[in-house]
């Protein structure tokens, strides 16, 4: 057999590279899956490619979120069988050995295969409103509408907020609105503030889900939050920024600055399984965003702007990376 895999061999250097791949003896509860797709995840795959991850030293085989076939199973495996087509976490490479006891779930009947890659990032999504005190009737904010801020978008959609997203870039404010998004501002208008206060009566959104990563938008984003808001950060905060945290603390402090509670929403805050003792868990999470999309109450398909073959692996983060309007959802294709 031989095994396509993408690399990082260096700082901002994309290969595609071929080997040879003998399959494993597998343990009791292991599987051997063929790629079928694999979506990269922008945000975390771009600084892992800039080598500034202290976690992630190149050269290295990144990946995120895939769509698996079985095509050999461990005799304790009983969830999942050959031929199943299977949503799980891992690598850019055609095959890998998978332990079922993680994220490995049997993709249900009718849905597009090009759709599952995406449940990663909804249920990244889930963590911002998990933790939230959205409820039917507020107001919400979501600075940042990639792949993640649009989902949180529309999750909070889901849990019965109007929603107001901010972006930089009007494909994503277009992608925004054909998604759901109630309203759609422009980030470099010099008028996000006022045209929020607008929206939400001189009152201010009651959750802010910051999604960029970029601490300055998370900064600047308090000042439209109302009286006992929260922000609730999404995105991995990134980079140096340097500011008056006196100035940022009192936001939370103080009552005439809003008393603003700040909210951490990193996936790995859930355990992966269920458990009796906590109710979310990163495979709940997967099996709802599976029934969002059977329903068609979450829109997956507006999200996907290119299907490319793994050879052109250099292309696609380079776009993601310098062309932000016409890259968002890149899946790679492994047929």
Known sequence: ???????????????????????????????????????????????????????????????????SRIIEA?????????????????SHSEYQVLEVKDVVLKVPDGLDLRWIPFTRMATVAFTSV??????????????????????????????????????LSQERLKTARVCGVDYALDGSSGKVKEELMALTNGQG??????????????????????????????????????????????YCHLYNRGCITFKGAHEWRYPTEPN?????SLVRNSKIVFELMQQNRLQIEPLISHVIKPEQASEAYAGLRNNKDQY????????
Request: hydrophobic share 45%.
């Open 1 to 67: 057999m031989r095994n396509r895999k993408i690399m990082f061999v260096s700082p901002n250097q994309v290969e595609t590279v071929e080997e040879a791949f003998t399959a494993p003896t597998l343990g009791e509860n292991e599987v051997l899956v063929q790629l079928i797709y694999s979506l990269i995840s922008p945000g975390t795959e771009l600084a892992m490619l800039a080598g500034t991850e202290w976690w992630a030293k190149l050269p290295l085989n990144p990946g995120y979120a895939s769509v």
């Open 74 to 90: 461990g005799a304790g495996v009983k969830d999942v069988q050959v031929g199943d087509a299977v949503f799980h976490y891992g």
């Open 130 to 167: 998990r933790v939230s005190n959205i409820e039917l009737g507020d107001k919400v904010s979501v600075s940042g509408l990639g792949l993640v801020g649009n989902l949180a978008a529309q999750l909070a959609r889901l849990q019965g907020a109007t929603v107001i997203g901010v972006d």
């Open 205 to 250: 959104v009651s959750s802010h889900i910051e999604a960029t990563g970029i601490s300055k938008v998370a900064v600047d984003s308090l000042e439209y939050i109302g009286s006992q808001g929260e922000i609730i950060l999404l995105g991995s905060p990134r980079g140096e920024y340097n500011t008056d945290i006196t100035d940022v603390l009192n």
């Open 276 to 280: 009796q003792f906590v109710k979310h």
């Open 328 to 335: 968002n959802g890149v899946l790679f294709d492994w047929a």
